[in-house]
């Protein structure tokens, strides 16, 4: 066996239209190992969550995959029908939301959720299964669990919310995690409970986490490893000292410079001009090319591609543009 | 602070909010009527052109000292001065979807504050200045005749932004103005509005949870905490020399990207209910220094303590 959790080659994710395909995810290429965590990060619409969810196999119709392939500790997974991906998602792959609520029913107890989804998942009988909810609650940091295993998931704050969530997601002792803006919607001294708690998890339990988030703060200080994706593609990958402190494609370097610190005063943020394209107008050749300084002709009719570790741009994989 | 330097200033500002149930739920469960204080005492005051910045987590009051400070809201104990032109005070809101009117065109929504601000200008003039600021916040001139609905959620944003500077304004409240926003469009807007603020002497009251995006922007930071500030000072003390514990453990707690820190340990416990805050210090829960004084008595800014720029009876004792 290999350490090698989650093996994404050459992904393509299309939504027909009534105008024509759109294409969400173009190439995309990663790998996540054992007990690592990988950041996926970028803004709005670059197609992060999307990746998340076609790894899932819960892209909404009509999106579909449409090239590539997706493998799981050695087997293939974007070929597996309905029913299986629906072993597999709660099974061998957790899932932790924005929105806790998302992921737990209002109207039943938390521990009964657990209960369920344990035994769903696994041999356990129900006393074990419900002794195995209790460690679980415990494991994330749940106060007292015996005292609140039956209550409701309104009866919990939004961060002990999130903590149940990922409580869920741990059931069935899963090799991946996908977590997607985990946590975005708690409060900022929560947000650091929560990452906390993803960062002991991976390591004690060797569980393999892909971090998706817009927030480069949180990557910089949870993931091993980071990929920044812009208008569907993979811009840039490495390990996060690298891609932080050099970042090698001139849409990272430029949002690295366009997020203020807490640390030292900048009169003026670094600017990207103009915006990402939306997905029907994607530029030929390199996505960032209109905004970028450095475009020259190559960048306007070659798409640079990276199987691994670098920048997906001209002048860093061949030194020019022309 | 010089009482004409103020353009705006709160004084022992408050607003509860009924928050019981129903009358007939109240008498059958035997349930008190139940206030909850969003805004708890407040003062402070904002220099003209300058930026004073209001830090703090959800639910702490920030937004309902905006809605006080635009006359959303009435006080219900304290006051606001304002020593503006009224019509020269806007505001741009936390939530881009609820504050654009869906059945106007972008263009009709911007120049609004204009036509009726100076009727006179003409349709060529205000197509003009609809273009410009339409360009100024990151969207194009033909955007003007969509509708809000056509728009993402950071684009609706930028176009609240746009509306509110329309109006030639002296005075902004900005409630989370770039919190919808996309890290490097927010570096585009925060960039804008310094530069306005610049060119023309705006005074801005600045309200985010984020306090890097704080830390660019202002001049002055008040932080609070369950409806009062616990800490106010000038920006560039507060991050070398943070007086409340709250303030110290938000700075210890906040990731950065410059300055990862990978051992960080995370702040314990959660924020309180407004409806039942802690007895004395609202803070003394989650407070590592907490002292015997802090469960019965609630701490005050006191002038002769750090000039009055923190409420902590920790930082009393060590007083310079
Ligand atoms: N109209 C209202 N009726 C009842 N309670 C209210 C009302 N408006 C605000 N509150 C309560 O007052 C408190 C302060 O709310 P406020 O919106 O000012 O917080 P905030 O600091 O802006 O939070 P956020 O960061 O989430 O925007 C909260 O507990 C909120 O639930
Ligand atoms: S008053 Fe007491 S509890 Fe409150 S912040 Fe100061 S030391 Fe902590
Ligand atoms: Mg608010």
């Known amino acids: ?322 | 602070m010089n009482r004409t330097d103020a353009i705006l200033e709160a004084v022992a500002l408050e607003r509860r909010f009924d928050v019981s149930a129903p009358w007939l739920n109240r008498v059958i469960e035997r349930k008190p009527r139940q206030t909850l204080r969003a805004v708890d005492g407040v003062d402070f005051q904002i220099r003209r052109g300058q930026t004073l910045a209001i830090v703090g987590e959800s639910g702490c009051g920030k937004s309902t000292i905006a809605k006080l400070v635009t006359g959303l809201y009435e006080p219900s104990g304290g006051a606001i001065q304002f020593h503006g032109d009224p019509n020269r005070m806007q505001m741009i809101f936390q939530d881009p979807y609820a504050s654009l009117n869906p059945r106007w065109r972008v263009g009709r929504i911007i120049a609004e504050p204009l036509r009726t601000l100076r009727p006179e200008t003409s349709a060529v003039d205000l197509g003009a200045r609809v273009d410009e600021l339409l360009r100024t916040v990151g969207l194009s001139p033909s955007d003007a005749s969509k509708y809000p609905h056509a728009f993402s959620g950071g684009q609706r944003q930028r176009i609240s932004i746009a509306r509110a500077l329309a109006g030639d304004p002296e005075f902004l409240v900005c409630d989370e103005p770039t919190s919808a926003l996309d890290v490097s469009v927010q570096a585009q807007v925060l960039n804008l509005m310094k530069q306005l603020q610049r060119d023309f002497g705006l005074t801005y009251l600045f309200i985010s949870h984020d306090l890097s995006v704080v830390r660019h922007m202002a001049d002055e930071i008040a932080v609070m905490y369950l409806g009062r500030i616990v800490e106010i000072q000038p920006k560039a003390d507060l991050f070398e020399r943070p007086l409340h514990p709250y303030t110290r453990m938000l700075l210890e707690t906040i990731p950065d990207l410059k300055v990862p820190n990978r051992d960080r340990k995370p702040m314990g416990g959660e924020v309180p209910s407004p409806i039942a805050p802690p007895k004395g210090c609202s803070f003394h829960p989650r407070c590592p220094l907490a002292f015997d004084r802090c469960m019965s008595e609630r701490p005050v800014r006191n002038a002769d303590v750090h000039q009055g720029r923190v409420a902590c009876f920790a930082a009393e004792e060590t007083r310079k």
């Open chain 1, 1 to 322: 066996m290999t350490d090698t959790v989650l093996e994404v080659r050459d992904l393509r994710v299309e939504f027909p239209t009534r105008t024509g395909i759109l294409t969400a995810l173009d190439g995309v290429s990663l790998s996540i190992q054992r007990g690592e965590i990988l950041g996926v990060v970028g803004e709005s619409g670059a197609g992060k969550s999307m990746t998340g969810l076609a790894i899932l196999g819960l892209l909404e119709p009509p999106g579909r995959i449409a090239g590539g392939e997706i493998w799981l500790s050695g087997d293939r997974i974007d070929t597996l029908s309905e029913r299986e991906m629906e072993n597999v998602r709660g099974g061998r792959i957790g899932a932790i939301f924005q929105d806790p609520l998302t992921s737990l029913n209002p109207l039943f107890r938390v521990g009964d959720q657990l209960v369920e989804t344990i035994r769903l998942h696994t041999d356990l009988g129900k006393e074990q299964a419900r002794a195995r909810a209790l460690e679980l609650l415990r494991e994330v940091g749940i106060p007292a669990p015996e005292n609140r295993i039956d209550a409701y998931p309104h009866q919990f704050s939004g961060g002990m919310r999130q903590r149940v969530v990922i409580a869920l997601a741990l059931c069935a002792e899963p090799e991946l995690i996908v977590a997607d803006e985990p946590t975005t919607a708690l409060d900022v001294s929560i947000q650091a409970q929560i990452t906390a708690l993803l960062r002991q998890l991976c390591r004690e339990r060797g569980t393999a986490v892909m971090l998706v988030t817009h927030d480069m703060g949180v990557i910089a200080e949870t993931a091993d490893r980071v990929a920044v994706m812009y208008a569907g593609r993979i811009a840039e990958m490495g390990t996060v000292e690298d891609v932080v402190r050099r970042p090698r494609h001139p849409y990272t370097e430029g949002l690295m410079g366009s997020i203020p610190s807490m640390h030292g005063d900048v009169a003026e943020l670094q600017m990207i001009p103009g915006s990402m394209p939306r997905l029907d107008a994607i530029p030929q050749g390199c996505a960032f090319n209109p905004r970028c300084a450095h475009a020259g002709t190559r960048c306007r009719t070659e798409v640079p591609r990276i199987n691994g570790t670098g920048a997906a741009c001209w002048l860093a994989l061949e030194g020019a543009t022309e």
